[in-house]
């Protein structure tokens, strides 16, 4: 996003929260999002000072949340020591040696001092046991350990050995995907994807609907040529969550999102909205959307024409028409939504916002952008 621009509560609510509630730096949070670091320092700071009334949506915790998430932090903590006291009993009472074997197997499933205070070890003594010579062969051997599980860890498990191959010979390693399979198992990792199913398009409606000019061609030379949209759901304790979402169709970009508990028109002119404020539209834009109401609806279809873009509307039951943003929804559903239990549809949203902005289109490498995530494809070729 370009200097000087005016953003709206909506991206100053997501930025924030993605500090305040999700932890993320403001470096990276300003990053991932293309806004300058100090405006983001200011939002946060204007929030802490005001609260609320910094601005509406912005995610705060109340004191009794702030005690529900430090409650939450220690059960975490006794999940863990109950894991590693299940795990590790066959180790209990043995040898130190014995015990440091276990740790050094399992450093990178539980917190090594977690592992030493409750199995009664030093941690001094684990790393001098760890720092004992090895061949270079079992050096190397667990050093592509080591980059397989941070690589496994950053994506939140949801890569597999072709995307993690990718990523190694892309630092310059050279080694096969058959190996990369192997430790993995050895490891006992793997990638993490998940069927449920909810109708989100409502084409039975008397508002006009339009031709498909897209006809399932998603070529495009460069950004801004295709923009294609859709609404997904996201099931949680308190009910449904809806997801719009816009994606650029060239760096397979997720350029616009909006959330709520209703599936209405508000929900899309909300996402298109966010996406004029990632992406300004050019001339000759098209618009690629299924033919539910929501889209088809004359608000909406008045804030396409305000600003020059045209609509291609999806066949009637004709899902491959709108492949991509389709395909994403799997995804999203895939490597997140299907290994969440939501309690609240606010938690959901701060998930799924950290989903998008600091994974999918920050890091998220894809085979058809030539295993670049969607920023970086932009960068090197829009």
Known sequence: MARGRNYDKQIKAEAVSLVVDNGKTIASVARELEIPKSTVGKWVENYKDNGTDAFIGSGNLSPENQRE????????DLEEENKILKKA??????????????IADHRHEFRVSKMCSTLGVSK????????????????????????????????????????????LRQDGIRISERTVTRYMKEMGIRSNTAKKYKA?????????????????????????EVWVSDITYIPTKEG??????????????IIGWAMSGKMTKDLVIRALKRAFQTQAPTKGLIHHSDRGSQYAAL??????????????MSRKGNCYDNAYIESFHSIIKKELIHHENYATRAVA??????????FYNYERIHSYIDYLSPIEFEKRYA
């Open 69 to 76: 998430r430090d409650l939450q932090k220690q059960l975490r």
């Open 200 to 224: 989100t398009t409502n084409s039975k409606h008397n508002l006009p609907v339009y031709p498909n000019l897209l006809d399932q061609d998603f070529k495009v030379s460069g950004r801004g």
């Open 124 to 167: 001094g003594g684990f790393y001098e046991w760890m720092g004992r010579t090895e061949s270079p062969q079992k050096q190397r051997k667990e050093e592509m350990k080591d980059k397989i599980r941070q690589i496994h860890k950053q994506s939140k498990a949801r890569y597999g050995s072709p995307k993690i191959t990718a990523i």
């Open 89 to 102: 009993n066959a180790h209990l009472y043995q040898r130190p040696e014995v015990i440091y074997g276990f």
């Open 349 to 358: 949203s701060r998930s799924i916002l950290e989903y998008i902005v600091s």
């Open 240 to 253: 449904w969550l809806y997801l719009a979402t816009v994606m650029d169709l060239f760096s397979r970009r």
């Open 299 to 312: 608000d909406y279809q008045a804030l396409l024409r305000a600003n020059g873009i045209t609509t291609s």
